[in-house]
């Protein structure tokens, strides 16, 4: 990678953009390696900090469930490898648990530039970004964190849950979804864009298909537990 290009920052809707990473786990092309699943990509700012050892541990903790979702973790930060495993190896020794998903090192912060993770003001240290890759290679979500606010990682996997959910269902997931205050885990049709789905989603709350408030707020329930 010509670390003298200026890049874009990659957004929602976007491809992730193709580059070839060395890991903990050995070297992967991204988002190639993980073509037909689903990855979350995310930076911490350095190895042996506080808070990014305990979002470790978290992600690690939930990875069962990451993996029923068809998702891969991949962490990230301007180190070397080196460091990644000596970190790792500390976490496994003190806190008992063995991190088994590739930490990306990039010790010239080239990827992280790509993606935008760093601070203009921070020299090379990531700011806490995540990033939520489809099995197209499309980047579905992101997430930033500040320096010192640790990430919800229960968070991360429901995005990914409602992620995935509203893709099979053609539909979109209401606020603090699958518990919202209103409609709880019914999902939310899309809008009528013409007088004829208008009328269609009338005729639909009729036969007790969907649930409206109005035309243009309807839901249907989740089939797909």
């Not at 409609?183 to 409206?212: F, N, S």
Request: glycine share 6%.
């Amino acid at each position: 990678m010509d670390s003298t290009q200026i890049y874009s920052k990659p957004f929602i809707g976007d491809q992730f953009p193709e580059m070839t990473v060395h890991t903990t786990l050995g070297e992967l092309v991204l988002p190639t390696s993980y073509q037909g699943h689903w990855f979350v990509l995310f930076s911490h700012p350095g190895d042996f900090t506080p808070v990014c050892t305990t979002e470790f541990v978290a992600f690690q903790k939930l990875m069962p469930e990451f993996t029923k979702l068809n998702t891969y973790l991949i962490g990230l930060s301007v180190e070397q490898v080196y460091s990644h495993l000596k970190w790792i190896e500390w976490i496994q020794q003190n806190l008992k648990v063995e991190i088994t998903f590739p930490i990306i090192a990039d010790s010239l912060g080239r990827i992280a530039t790509r993606l935008g993770m760093i601070h203009p003001t921070m020299g090379t240290r990531t700011v806490r970004s995540v990033y939520i890759v489809d099995p197209t290679g499309k980047i579905r979500l992101i997430l930033t964190y500040p320096e010192n606010v640790g990430r919800n990682i229960n968070e991360i996997l429901r995005a990914v849950k409602a992620l995935q959910t509203a893709d099979r269902n053609k539909a979109a997931t209401p606020a603090n979804w699958p518990e919202n205050e209103l409609v709880g885990d019914r999902l939310i049709v899309p809008p009528a864009a013409t007088v004829q789905e208008a009328k269609k989603r009338a005729e639909q709350a009729q036969a007790g298909e969907i649930e409206c408030y109005d035309w243009w707020l309807c839901t249907k329930p989740l089939h797909d537990r």
